[in-house]
């Protein structure tokens, strides 16, 4: 598989589960706009086979490298940067949950799904496959998400982009990420305001925006229907280092405010 194949089948995954992000494209390519993808997302869980190192290894067959790491104490969190020798494929940021930080009951809940997980030798479809364990009931579900959203999304929707990126940089009609959150805004798309709209700016050389994640009815192990958040679309306007080369990596602070677009 080449990256442009990977990245065609994660999109394709991705907008099953984000309807509004097929949506917000096409008015963007409606008003004549160059819509490129910055990056994309995924999540996982650490020590198992879909951890950090097995992303790394998986990625790195269609040229991914790692570049940089990040840590989020207070969501018990560790991250990874990838880019591609080509400067214009999209980079992709991963995390990982550190299953250890978690109280105990919480730990066997995640340990119970991993001990089913089908995936013994991940591959480059496995990441946008969705669940590669069995369906978890609405409790361990509640039990996960209020100790950590982020496990409890991980739990729920399993392998597959967490968010695609619009790279404003590209764009020709909104050159600014406050014209990008006005145009959504007037169209009624829900926006991420932890932290304020914009998350970053010139002065970390990386500014970021994002919708809140659709929701979907899902069907749990125990019979019980109850919606879920599923996946969201972030803008993102990068800004030129002394050095005049534009900045290609993350900020900490902007992306501990973005995880939150998945919260209930």
């Given at each position: ?130 669940l590669a364990w069995p369906t978890p009931s609405h409790a361990d579900y509640l039990s996960l998400a209020a100790e950590s959203e982020y496990a409890g999304w991980l739990a729920t929707m399993g392998l597959t982009a967490n968010h ?101």
């Amino acid at each position: 598989m080449n990256q442009n194949t990977f990245f065609n089948e994660l999109w394709a995954s991705y907008t099953q589960h984000t309807p509004q992000a097929l949506t917000i494209e096409r008015l963007f390519l409606e008003r004549g706009e160059v819509v490129v993808n910055d990056h994309v997302a995924f999540r996982t869980f650490d020590q198992s086979p879909i951890d950090l190192d097995s992303l790394c290894r998986v990625l790195s067959q269609i040229g991914y490298h790692p570049f940089a790491h990040y840590d989020f104490p207070d969501k018990h969190l560790n991250a990874i940067a990838l880019r591609a020798d080509d400067p214009l494929a999209p980079k992709i940021f991963a995390s990982e949950l550190r299953r250890a930080e978690l109280p105990h009951k919480q730990q066997q809940i995640i340990e119970q799904l991993l001990a089913q997980c089908h995936i013994t030798d991940l591959s480059l479809r496995d990441l946008y496959r969705g669940l590669a364990w069995p369906t978890p009931s609405h409790a361990d579900y509640l039990s996960l998400a209020a100790e950590s959203e982020y496990a409890g999304w991980l739990a729920t929707m399993g392998l597959t982009a967490n968010h695609f990126t619009v790279s404003v940089n590209h764009l020709k009609g909104l050159s600014a990420l406050q014209e990008v959150n006005r145009f959504l805004l007037d169209r009624d798309f829900a926006l991420n305001q932890v932290g304020g709209l914009i998350k970053g700016g010139s002065e970390v050389y990386l500014a970021q925006s994002s919708t809140l994640a659709d929701r979907r009815p899902y069907l749990f192990a125990c019979g019980t229907e109850a919606e879920v958040p599923t996946c969201f679309y972030e803008f993102a306007l990068r800004y030129p280092l002394p050095s005049g080369i534009l900045f290609e990596g993350f900020v900490a602070g902007n992306a501990n405010q973005i995880f939150d677009s998945t919260h209930r």
